[in-house]
């Protein structure tokens, strides 16, 4: 195996964590293959009940007309807040479950999750099949530095190309969480293309015509905003919709982030060192507390990764049958309170050590900017 560059740490509670490395190299090709880990999850957790997808969709559609409602009727202003993140959490539920239509594990229906993802994705301003396709690439590729499409390292060449200031928006709250509407329409450094033009090479000349539809119904949804804007008013659209919408944002930018970052021993692949497996392996799950169930268990994130085809509502069953087999590649995730706040610092560390990958080596580690930030903790050695 090729040379691993370090990986950082943070804390000096790290440092047990960093001696358990020497024991266990979790860049190491697991001892299992992909079909023991699909054998030891139940049959009946690859099921698709396309009611009992529905049910959650019609869920979460009135809790949001619920929401809506109560908030036209505010009179008190400090009631706002509390809405905003009440509905901002309700359209990451929406995204999550258009999420799902995305991969197939809706329905067994093209033609439902097609409808069922246009209609709550182009709601919350995503372009259900640019997105849909560009975050398959990310499942197929995951932990490839060069294939991989969302929240990837970038290389240290590339990563002392980008102005100062480039470089502190990218590590410095609130800026990373509001990332994905900019994602969607520039990508990632290094990256071209966008994912609401078909001439994009995120897309095949076969799925271009899907993107057209996609991105006709984003303008659709633009269209109604402004015209209710005409109509209520643009202040009445911003305490409704606008606000909520970026809440609804800084959630899908920072559970896609703690899902891929901010544990010490995440690899990151090259060459003949990567597989879909040990790709896999390195995503991380997350224990969100009260928020598991409202956003449909999408926590549990590393057998979703590996089988983006099982429903959300068998997601916890089948995690907790595999996990014999995963071993010490499972990273148990820290338990939560009623509320994740834990993961505040989990994201904070991470933007503040997890900067870049070396140019070279088939196996490697983010390293950190000390120029960056001078609180950033000294790097421990990988072991090789």
Not at 65 to 87: D, E, I
Not at 181 to 198: D, E, I
Not at 330 to 351: A, M, Q
Request: proline share 7%.
């Amino acid at each position: 195996m090729a040379a691993a560059a370090s990986p950082t740490q943070d804390q000096e509670a790290d440092c047990k964590a960093s001696q358990d490395l020497h024991l266990f190299d979790a860049a190491k090709p697991p001892p299992f293959r992909v079909g023991d880990v699909r054998a030891a999850i139940p049959s009946r957790c690859w099921h698709k009940s396309p009611l009992r997808s529905l049910s959650y969709v019609a869920r979460d559609l009135a809790l949001v007309a619920a929401l809506a409602a109560a908030a036209a009727r505010l009179a008190s202003a400090w009631a706002l807040p509390l809405y905003w993140a009440a509905q901002g959490t309700m359209f990451w539920a929406l995204f999550v479950l258009g999420h799902d239509c995305g991969h197939g594990s809706f329905s067994d229906s093209a033609t439902l999750n097609s409808v069922v993802g246009h209609l709550l994705h182009s709601f919350i301003l995503v372009p259900y099949h640019g997105w849909r396709i560009s975050h398959r690439t990310h499942h197929q590729n995951h932990g490839h530095i060069e294939r991989d499409e969302s929240w990837h390292p970038i290389t240290e060449k590339l990563y002392r190309q980008l102005e100062a200031r480039t470089k502190k928006l990218r590590f410095t709250l609130p800026f990373p969480l509001l990332a994905f509407p900019v994602y969607l329409w520039y990508r990632s450094p290094g990256k071209n293309g966008s994912h609401f033009l078909p001439s994009s090479d995120l897309f095949s000349p076969k799925e271009r015509s899907e993107v057209i539809v996609s991105t006709t119904c984003w303008c659709m949804m633009i269209a109604s905003l402004v015209a209710m804007a005409c109509v209520f008013g643009p202040v009445q659209v911003l305490k409704l919709y606008g606000v909520p919408y970026l809440v609804f944002v800084m959630w899908l930018d920072l559970v896609t982030y703690l899902h891929h970052h901010g544990h010490h021993d995440l690899p990151w692949y090259r060459g003949e060192e990567w597989s879909y497996l040990r790709g896999g392996l390195t995503t991380v799950d997350r224990d969100y507390g009260w928020i598991n169930n409202i956003h449909h268990d999408i926590g549990t994130h590393v057998i979703h990764h590996l089988f983006p085809q099982i429903p959300h509502y068998h997601l916890v069953e089948a995690t907790k049958a595999a996990r014999p087999v995963l071993g010490k590649y499972y990273r148990e995730p820290e338990k939560s309170g009623p509320l994740p706040l834990h993961l505040f610092g989990i994201l904070l560390r991470s933007l503040r050590v997890d900067h870049f990958v070396s140019d070279v080596g088939d196996v490697v580690y983010y390293q950190t900017d000390h120029t960056l930030n001078s609180t950033a903790c000294a790097e421990s050695a990988k072991p090789k």
